[in-house]
């Protein structure tokens, strides 16, 4: 009897510890793409993608095409777009794309897209497949096919013509072994 007090008070300061972690944790963030399905992590945020020097606003996750891809937060679909056949340059660059407001009010942003399952206005959770890695070549700058991921702290708006600053994606997920 005398050896429960103190386990009860082990148990009872570990869990204090434990939700202090979760609270200070924005959010629950996951990877969009199954670990087991990655072959490899490309380009990360601010990289220069190109010899303009452009700046890189997300990182590439390469994988097969067809491979599905979830959705990294809990949220809510606010744009789907095809720039597949589009005439504007930055959206044929970004191919099949879908642009998710997380619970967190951050934009998760989901570019070269074979498929986009959810319509606007749906609401996800963290893991829903939300799409398919397209095929080299078919939805975008992508000849090696790999999910365009970016976090920002701000939605597009028309004044800016661009969205938020963007968030390095590798800062806010789990740590991934191997
Ligand atoms: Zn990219």
Redesign the pocket.
């Known amino acids: 009897m005398q050896a429960a007090l103190p386990i009860a008070l082990l148990v009872g300061i570990s869990l204090l510890f434990a939700s202090r972690r979760s609270s200070i944790r924005l959010s629950e963030v996951a990877w969009p793409i199954d670990l087991s399905d990655i072959l490899r992590i490309?380009?990360s945020v601010m990289d220069s993608?190109n010899a303009h020097g452009d700046p890189?606003?997300?990182?590439?996750i390469f994988a097969k095409s067809g491979t599905r891809v979830r959705s990294a937060s809990a949220g809510t679909v606010i744009r789907v777009s095809d720039g597949r056949q589009s005439n504007k340059e930055s959206s044929k660059r970004a191919g099949l794309w879908i642009d998710i407001r997380g619970d967190d009010g951050l934009i998760y942003r989901y570019?070269?897209l074979g498929e986009a399952f959810p319509s606007v206005g749906k609401k996800v959770n963290v893991g829903d497949i939300i799409g398919v890695i397209a095929t080299a070549n078919t939805s975008g700058?992508?000849n090696d096919p790999?999910l365009?991921?970016?976090i920002r702290k701000q939605d597009w708006t028309e004044v800016r013509g661009s969205y938020g600053d963007p968030i390095d994606p590798l800062s806010m997920l789990p740590v991934r072994k191997g």
């Open positions: 490309g380009q993608r890189h606003y997300g990182i590439d570019l070269h700058l992508a790999h365009h991921f970016e």
